[in-house]
């Protein structure tokens, strides 16, 4: 196969700029836009959703959706109007408090993103993204991790652990705990990726596992979704780098990027699916703009070959993910793009 490339697109919705930018996107190689697709598009932008995606198809390219931030439990900058509205299907932590973020088990968000791959099938995209679903993670959520907080503990998780395992469900990790969280996660990608293909047969379903847990392979979870038949691509987002682009901390590329390339490679090829990768345009500082083209060369060398960006013009429209210089280091991703373009 060909290269598949591509970049992730969001800011805007006024489609004029839209336009140039696709011409940007276009000269920059890709034939691919992550088009993200959160709970204001669902609600506020559906139509606008139709046009962008058929000025994307006119343009020649691709378009994935990602459910930006749906329900809190997705990767993404966007904030979730449906916790606020449905406190009763948010997650319960270990010491009894509710979160901010909604269960994947509890039925009413689980009609929510139903009516997000209606809202998404209607706007014409060719793949759903399911983007770093996760269950409530301390630091995402602006505190530190305690040791014994964990989600969800939720009355509908306590019913099912009950049926699952014959005994109440504990207060505190066990091995058990970890195997049900995993199962709580991969049961709801299971039903989602096979409603897609109910609504929409023609969509495809790709599955962003976040790359945590660097001691544990083979990783049971990821074993389970790349196993699951309505998942057609398996992805994984090793970034690097802290933001924004001043804050110094970052892990060195060899032994995590290459890790997790060599790692959703060999998952995607025994599981049958295809491997897609996504290297961090966002939150370089100068001095460590030649890490983009290092890491890419990390994913080509694993064999990857649907490879994507994160995102358009270095995330130059969102000040705290903004490269130090977006232009060069998007024009980076540009240049090493068009060498692989011309390769099979
Ligand atoms: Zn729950």
Redesign the pocket.
């Known amino acids: 196969m060909s290269y598949k490339l591509g970049v992730s697109y969001f800011s805007t919705r006024i489609l004029r700029h839209l336009k140039n930018d696709l011409e940007d996107i276009k000269k920059h190689h890709c034939n691919f836009v992550l088009h993200t697709f959160d709970e204001l598009d669902l609600f506020y932008n559906l139509e606008n959703m139709r046009r962008i995606t058929e000025l994307t198809h006119r343009a020649g390219l691709k378009v994935y959706y990602s459910p930006w931030g749906l329900g809190g439990i997705f990767g993404g900058e966007a904030y979730s109007g449906f916790v606020m509205q449905h406190p009763s299907a948010c ?2 932590l270990s010491t009894g408090e509710r979160v901010g973020n909604a ?4 039925p009413e968000f689980r009609r929510y993103v139903r009516s997000w791959i209606q809202g998404a099938s209607r706007a014409g995209g060719d793949v759903l993204f399911w983007d770093e679903p996760h269950l409530w993670i301390a630091e995402w959520n602006g505190r530190k991790t305690r040791e014994g907080e964990f ?4 009355d ?2 306590q019913k099912d652990f009950k049926r699952a395992y014959g005994k109440a469900f504990p207060r505190v990790w066990t091995k058990e705990v970890e195997e049900f969280r995993d199962e ?1 996660l991969v049961g709801f990608l299971e039903w989602a990726t096979r409603e897609t293909k109910k609504v929409n047969p023609r969509l495809k379903n790709a599955v962003c596992l976040l790359p945590m847990g660097d001691k544990k392979w083979p990783n049971p979870q990821w074993e389970h979704v790349a196993s699951l038949p309505s998942v057609d691509i398996v992805a994984t987002d090793p970034y690097w780098k802290q933001r924004p682009f001043s804050n110094p901390q970052k892990r060195p590329l060899k032994g995590f990027v290459d890790l997790y390339a060599g790692r959703i490679a060999d998952l995607a090829s025994r599981h049958g699916k295809e491997a897609q990768g996504w290297v961090q345009l966002f939150a370089h500082a100068k001095s460590g703009e030649k890490e983009i083209t290092q890491a890419l060369e990390i994913w080509e060398k694993a064999g990857v070959k649907n490879l994507a960006a994160w995102g358009y013009e270095a995330c130059a429209s969102y000040s705290l993910l903004a490269c130090e210089r977006p232009k060069q280091c998007w024009d980076l991703v540009g240049k090493h793009f068009g060498r692989l373009a011309g390769k099979k």
């Open positions: 997650q319960v269960c994947p088990r509890q989600s969800c503990r939720c509908l998780c709580t």
